[in-house]
């Protein structure tokens, strides 16, 4: 999900990670690629929920 500055909402891209043991460092490759596609400079931040694996990934990239 992207949000702009006017605080609209776009899905950017949209991964099934339903079939794979995924871990932290797959998670960061994952959300590596979405952001190459926007440009680093424009991200502020990263929002996840609270698993582990999930909080691991933006400390990753």
């Excluded at 776009?10 to 190459?36: A, M, Q, R």
Aim: glycine content about 4%; some cysteine.
């Amino acid at each position: 999900m992207l949000m702009t500055g006017s605080r609209k909402e776009y899905l950017l891209s949209f991964e099934d990670l339903s079939n794979i043991c995924y871990t932290g460092e797959h998670l960061s490759n994952v959300i590596e690629k979405v952001i190459n596609k926007v440009e680093a400079k424009k991200f502020v931040a990263i929002m996840s929920d609270n698993g582990s694996n999930v909080a691991a990934a933006p400390c990753l990239l």
